[in-house]
């Protein structure tokens, strides 16, 4: 050992095992630097081994793509039944133009045939032979092929006169006997005829069906060309876009794993789906790339439709026809650009709808309605503050309904979440007092504890405002909107109190943030800006990839669902308005027959409750960080929150304002003292936060 090596010796305790040894550490000052990646131990080349290993690499699939999955093995069943199934209509239906083309072409078919029967009885095919022995003055080949002719052309001569004694002597008598059969056999020998009789234009027979909607296939070429077209390749002496798998069949269309080069994330692709679609030379609703989060940020899913959606036959809405469906559980909503059903979760969350005019939201409002409606059990209180009827449909099953712009039916909204407080507050109480084996899943309302306690009557309330930016912006009313809408979002979800908005104007000022933040399902159509995007999709969606800024306002009921962080791309089941009345009927003959049709539905007078009190109002409008605030102060506050009870308050003058407030709050057994507030105005009559109770919401 030389003196630039140090040795460390750990001596074993003396009460281990004899075959333990000591442990040496050798610090080599001079130690040259050694690789850390594990060395490569790959086989000879020209071994079974790496011929073995070089076939695994690049085996093919034991089992086809089509098989692996249940779902895609039907789908694949289901386009061939399709398609072949489509073919023989397709040609049936057109099978007396073919038949008329071909009586067209007989004539000359017959000519043409009776003519090639002319040659075949007198050989003429042996005459140039026959011409050139006689030319060359050769008696003896034509003599010889004299006779070869006559004994070729004598039995025919016979069979053709044979075959046509016959022919026509069986015409004659089925004429007479069987005229129907003749006429059959004569139309079919005619058409036979025609086969020969095609024109040297090149026109087919039979009509091909050109396909415009369908693409040409993808593949690898395509992909690295297109990348490279919107600046998605790698640097100069740097790895460039290399596959994750092969070019595959996914659903109808394609789909490419793409690795894109090192430090580029996928959404850069993303952002930038139309000049994708541009450079690939395709429609932009049948490209669709996406990042695969399960792998890493640069890995890109770049879809790309057989057919463009735009020009395909509808999908219907799975309970079109017939079925029942259950808000407890998902309910069918749309489809993803492959095709799939996708569903959208109500039950525990509430939904958000935002997208500009034009871009779907009645589309939207219909698939989700309906599929509440087909619910028996659950209670539908509507408020299209539009005015334009579009979910007037489901009126005649509605608790309560309400369509209209003015502010007797803006106050009508303000009640139905007022009565959806009140009505959580009453459930939150019930569900409080059951012991906890009866609510093993938390305290919340089931589908089991509804049906266990009839009486109390705790199946879903689904409460929709559609055109919700008209209450947000309102003047008067958009600060408690806001306050009911956060309360109900935050605190009702448990006890089945479902809050549903719909805006075409999801900007800053008609969406609050307080409303917008707390929402736990975002569906997001159209919008110009990644501000409103984010608006409804949650903060920074747009930087995540989720932009329905690239989806265009003819993509009508397109639109990204999230649910969380994650999106996808889903377009909502178009049902036209007659056939969202047959639904409608439907559901009306399914809560007659369960005795569950309430409010309005059958003529009873719905009156909002209202459970709220001062205290809550003053909890409502109390100011973020403000420990005390003065009398006068909070009465302003509390009649612009609730002019319908606050504003005759501020016609009095401070001091009578000041003893009403106090007076209302004696109730409680809360009172107003003199309070000193530097940053405001001196001394005064004021209250604490502390001196408010706590909120007790049940839970």
């Known amino acids: 050992m030389t003196d630039n090596v140090v040795q460390l010796h750990k001596a074993p305790p003396e009460d281990a095992f004899t075959t333990l040894t000591e442990t040496i550490i050798d610090v080599v000052a001079t130690a040259e630097p050694r690789p850390v990646d594990p060395p ?34 039907t789908q694949t069943v289901r386009w061939a039944a399709s398609y072949y199934g489509h073919v023989t209509g397709f040609h049936t239906l057109r ?92 139309i079919g020998a005619a058409a036979l005829a025609g086969l020969a009789g095609k024109k040297d234009d090149g026109k087919p027979l039979i009509t091909r069906y050109v396909a415009s909607n369908v693409l040409r296939r993808l593949d690898s070429t395509e992909v690295f060309d297109a990348l490279a077209a919107i600046g998605i390749e790698g640097k100069k002496g740097r790895k460039g876009v290399e596959f994750a798998s092969e070019v595959m069949r996914d659903g109808p269309g394609w789909r490419a794993e793409v690795d894109l080069p090192p430090g580029v994330e996928a959404t850069a692709v993303l952002e930038k789906r139309a000049a994708l679609a541009a450079a690939m030379r395709r429609p932009i609703s049948t490209v669709w790339p996406e990042a695969d989060r399960t792998a890493h940020p640069g890995r890109l899913v770049l879809w790309v439709a057989q057919r463009d959606p735009a020009k395909a036959g509808r999908k219907l809405w799975p309970l ?142 689904v409460i929709v405002i559609d055109e919700v930016q008209e209450l947000f912006t309102h003047a008067e009313y958009k600060e408690e909107a806001a306050a009911l809408a956060t309360r109900l979002i935050k605190k009702a979800r448990a006890y089945g109190i479902i809050l549903i908005l719909l805006t075409q104007n999801p900007d800053a000022p008609s969406l609050p943030s307080s409303v917008s933040s707390s929402v736990g399902t975002r569906l997001c159509l159209a919008v110009m800006d990644w501000r409103a995007n984010n608006n409804v999709l949650g903060t920074g969606a747009y930087d995540r990839g989720l932009r329905a800024t690239d989806i265009s306002v003819d993509e009508q009921g397109t639109g990204i669902l999230a649910r969380g962080r994650e999106g996808i791309t889903v377009r909502a089941a178009f049902i036209k308005q007659t056939e969202a009345e047959d639904i409608a009927a439907r559901a009306l003959a399914l809560r007659t027959a369960a005795g569950t049709l309430s409010g309005q539905s059958v003529g009873a007078l719905v009156a909002e409750q209202d459970v709220e009190t001062v205290v809550d109002h003053l909890t409502a409008i109390w100011p973020d960080g403000v420990e005390s605030v003065h009398s006068h102060r909070l009465v302003e506050a509390l009649a612009a929150y609730r002019a319908d009870l606050y504003k005759p308050w501020t016609e009095m003058d401070a001091a009578a304002a000041s003893t009403a407030l106090s007076a209302a709050l004696k109730t409680f057994k809360i009172s107003t003292r003199q309070l000193t507030i530097r940053e405001c105005c001196g001394g005064a009559k004021g209250l604490r936060y502390a001196d408010l109770p706590a909120a007790d919401d049940g839970e």
């Open 40 to 73: 490569q131990t790959a086989p000879e080349p020209g071994t079974w081994l790496a011929e073995t290993q070089a076939y695994l690499a690049e085996a093919p699939a034991v089992v086809p793509p089509a098989l692996r999955r249940w779902s895609a093995f």
């Open 95 to 186: 099978a007396p133009v073919y038949l008329g083309r071909l009586l067209l072409r007989s004539p000359r078919g017959t000519g043409r045939l009776i003519i090639r029967w002319g040659k075949w009885v007198a050989d003429t095919e042996a005459r140039p032979v026959e011409a050139k022995a006689a030319a060359s003055a050769d008696i003896e080949a034509w003599l010889a092929l004299s006779r070869e002719h006559s004994r070729r052309v004598r039995p025919r001569r016979i069979a053709s006169v044979a075959v046509a004694t016959t022919t026509g002597i069986t015409t004659l008598v089925s004429g007479f006997m069987v005229p129907g059969w003749t006429l059959t056999a004569a």
């Open 320 to 461: 079109m026809k017939d079925g029942q469906a259950d808000v407890y559980q998902p309910l069918p909503y749309g489809f993803d650009p492959r095709g799939n059903l996708v569903e959208i979760t109500l039950m525990y969350s509430n939904l958000l709808v935002g997208g500009i005019p034009g871009s779907g939201k009645t589309s939207c409002a219909l698939a989700i309605v309906l599929g509440v409606a087909l619910d028996p059990t659950a209670e539908l209180w509507i408020y299209e503050l539009k005015g334009s009827g579009d979910l007037d449909s489901v009126k005649p099953i509605c608790h309560r309904y309400v369509s209209g712009d003015e502010d007797e039916d803006l106050e009508a909204a303000l009640g139905g979440m007022r009565s959806g407080i009140a009505e959580y507050q009453r459930r939150a109480a019930f569900v409080r007092s059951l012991p906890a084996s009866e609510v093993p899943e938390g305290r919340k309302v089931t589908r089991a504890l509804a049906e266990k306690y009839p009486e109390q009557q705790l199946g879903p309330r």
